[in-house]
């Protein structure tokens, strides 16, 4: 495997722009546990489900895995930036799961294994790769789904009719975001001080993953951005603009797709 590094260094862009657009508010952090609640609520309801093999696709520093770590018996966490993977190797030992976890420092397109998961998370990684790997990367991780499995996705959302790029970084202390092209997005995946961020567009994505096996079975965005919460003034965003589907194509900066083999 080529040595791959993830382009923002230890979050720092990441942290930044939420400091920037966010001001820790704390909308941030509970609009993502409302999606890992409905992961939840859905296997809890799945007939069949089993709560054997968890795969984390794309652990980045661990950060979620403390969020399945009591509920599986087997984890298993696959990360390809090599600093990020000392980091979730750090993060198992802390949370205790070393025992029954395994992790390797290898990217999602390229891992294999025998085994096959009841549940993959695929968590905001999409969005950084090349564009032409996204969906030799999903297709790896049907093959690796259980029969009865399930694929939890989370990445960037388009609120245009079709996909769009973006380049964040500092200039002079300062968060920047630029819209680029597909192709400039396509150099930036390897390389550093730029983060590139590819919007999916949310049926162009549906149909795509289809196109592969993969059907969704739920689709919410989240994240709805500062400024459309101050100008929508409602006080349970999250469930508003997910109350309609001309309402979810206008708001969300992210989306969750639920996914079973079709």
Request: a negative charge; hydrophobic letters at 35%; glycine letters at 4%.
């Amino acid at each position: 495997m080529q040595q791959y590094h993830y382009p923002d260094f230890d979050d720092i862009l990441t942290i930044k722009f939420l400091d920037k657009f966010e001001k820790n508010d704390p909308y941030w952090k509970e609009s993502e546990r409302v999606i890992i609640n409905r992961i939840f609520y859905y296997v809890n309801n799945k007939p069949g489900f089993c709560f054997s093999n968890y795969l984390d696709a794309g652990c980045g520093r661990g950060r979620l895995l403390w969020v399945f770590r009591k509920h599986f018996k087997s984890i298993t966490a696959i990360e390809p930036d090599v600093n990020r993977f000392s980091d979730s190797m750090k993060m198992s030992a802390e949370y205790g799961i070393k025992e029954k976890s395994e992790l390797i420092n290898i990217s999602a397109e390229e891992f294999r294994s025998e085994e096959r998961f009841d549940l993959i998370f695929c968590s905001h990684v999409i969005q950084h790769i090349h564009t032409g790997t996204v969906f030799p990367l999903m297709e790896n991780l049907r093959n690796h789904l259980s029969d009865n499995g399930v694929i939890a996705l989370t990445t960037c959302h388009s609120t245009d009719d079709n996909d769009r790029y973006g380049s964040n970084y500092m200039d002079n202390g300062t968060p920047v975001m630029d819209s680029i092209s597909r192709e400039e997005f396509d150099t930036l995946v390897n390389g550093r001080s730029k983060l590139p961020v590819h919007y999916f567009n949310a049926d162009r994505l549906i149909s795509d993953l289809a196109a592969i096996g993969l059907k969704t079975v739920d689709f919410r965005v989240f994240h709805v951005s500062r400024e459309d919460r101050d100008m929508l003034q409602k006080p349970d965003i999250d469930d508003y603009v997910n109350s309609a589907p001309a309402l979810q194509k206008q708001h969300g900066v992210d989306m969750f797709l639920l996914l079973e083999k079709a």
